[in-house]
């Protein structure tokens, strides 16, 4: 019975197949300067589908035992008919030195907001037939900030944790920010900007004009936070939606990466970067060499297309 079952689809497999050509009859040559420059030009053009790419590094640093920071990243593609837009969730999540419990928190944070976000997302990006997202990615995120809000003040009472998330649909990015780690997008033309604002007390001496920059820079309390998780009751998070630079990168960090490597230097890094991966340690590796004074985490996203 076996035996006929194996001829049948050897069968049903051989029919219509025109025969391969022997191995030793295969010839191969080196592509003419014409088809290069064809490649090439294809290359230069966009391209379908869009996908995201993404890496991430990190390092407890050179003074520190703990590593109270947290990441998360996740990219999906599913490509098709449907022209279905690439979907990527990408957090940075610092537990405050020097509290109780700060890795707890920022753990905590980054978990239930990753798993809220996915639950939301589940049904549109797996189910058959896919279920419509009902809110907006800002509404979304907000409530997800407000759950995690509750669990940390739950999970880790007296802590907390900046929380910067970024949430990738196509070219629509929304940024979720509490505290002071960053978001940075460096374009085609070379430009690195922020954009998330530090919720800072020596950066928002510096937005009244009462201290420069460089007295910012080595202000005594440059890591005192006046806003971030798991402090206070009422808490509302920055969330802003921008155009995702095509060809351009997303870098979430933590003070530990931007705190000692001037922007000049990471958008060099990044550009300079043989591989995406490669980039991203050698962001860490700067602040390291730096000093290294406190917990390094970086996520480096490209959207290509």
Same mark, same amino acid.
């Given at each position: 019975?076996?035996n ?35 490649? +090439? ?18 390092? @407890? ?5 703990l590593n109270?920071?947290?990441?998360? *990243?996740?990219?999906?593609?599913? %490509? ?30 980054? +978990?239930?907001?990753?798993?809220f ?11 058959m ?11 979304i995120?907000?409530? %997800? ?7 940390v003040? +739950?999970?880790?009472?007296? *802590? ?7 949430? @990738? ?22 430009r ?25 820079? @080595? ?34 960090? *933590? ?51």
């Open positions: 019975m076996l006929r079952i194996r001829d049948f689809f050897t069968t049903l497999l051989g029919k219509n197949k025109t025969p391969e050509p022997a191995l030793d009859n295969i010839v191969t040559a080196p592509l003419s300067e014409a088809q290069l420059q064809s490649i +090439r030009a294809l290359s230069a053009s966009r391209y379908e589908p869009m996908h995201l790419l993404a890496t991430t590094a990190q390092s @407890v640093g050179r003074q520190r035992e109270e920071d947290c990441l998360f *990243s996740l990219s999906s593609t599913l %490509a098709g008919n449907t022209g279905s837009p690439p979907f990527g969730l990408f957090i940075i999540a610092d537990g405050m030195g020097g509290h109780q419990y700060g890795e707890v928190a920022s753990n905590t944070a980054i +978990r239930v907001i990753s798993s976000v996915m639950k939301k997302f589940q049904g549109a990006l797996f189910g037939p896919p279920t419509p997202v009902e809110e907006s990615l800002q509404e995120l907000q409530a %997800a900030i407000a759950e995690a809000q509750k669990a003040l +739950r999970e880790a009472p007296g *802590s907390g944790t900046t929380i910067t998330a970024a949430l @990738v649909l196509g070219q629509q990015l929304t940024i979720a920010h509490i505290g002071d780690s960053r978001a940075y997008l460096l374009y085609n033309d070379q690195m900007e922020a954009v998330t604002r530090d919720h800072s007390l020596v950066r928002r001496l510096e937005e009244l004009g009462q201290i420069t920059a460089a007295e910012a820079a @080595v202000h005594p309390q440059r890591n005192v936070l006046y806003r971030a998780l798991g402090q206070g009751d009422n808490l509302e998070a920055d969330i802003t939606t921008i155009p995702f630079p095509m060809n351009g990168y997303l870098l979430l960090c *933590s003070d530990g990466l931007w705190g000692v490597v001037p922007d000049a230097d990471m958008r060099r890094i990044i550009t300079e970067g043989p591989t995406m991966q490669r980039a991203c340690q050698n962001l860490i590796a700067a602040a390291n060499a730096a000093g290294g004074p406190d917990n390094i985490s970086a996520v480096l996203v490209q959207l290509l297309g």
